[in-house]
């Protein structure tokens, strides 16, 4: 069975761990943080959401929105806000 995320319009869709990167990785830059520190933090990270689907293969978007959040938080406040200001708007 493939990841699947249930967004918040209740459409299912395949796991893209790719835009999870990316969209991490994004919020990093606009912190204004090396590129080396955002590819080190994205990979951390993006390994924490692929380790959820080990346990369920299907997973609400919100749970990985709450997931990567709170990896941010700790590492970084400001992480976090970037992160969840970029879901917002996009």
């Known amino acids: 069975m493939k990841p699947t995320v249930i967004k ?4 299912k869709e395949l796991f893209n761990a790719k835009k999870v990167y990316k969209s991490i990785y994004a919020a990093c830059l ?14 951390q990270i ?6 959820l689907f ?10 990985i929105t ?7 938080h700790k590492r970084k406040k400001e ?8 879901k917002d708007l996009s």
Do not use: I
């Not at 993006?46 to 380790?51: F, Q």
């Open 30 to 43: 606009s912190t204004q943080l090396s590129k080396k520190e955002c590819t080190k933090l994205a990979q």
């Open 8 to 11: 918040t319009n209740r459409k």
């Open 79 to 86: 992480l976090a806000f970037m992160y969840k200001t970029h």
């Open 54 to 63: 080990e346990k369920q293969h299907c997973l609400l978007s919100e749970e």
């Open 66 to 72: 709450a997931t990567v959040t709170k990896a941010m």
């Open 46 to 51: 993006h390994k924490e959401v692929v380790k």
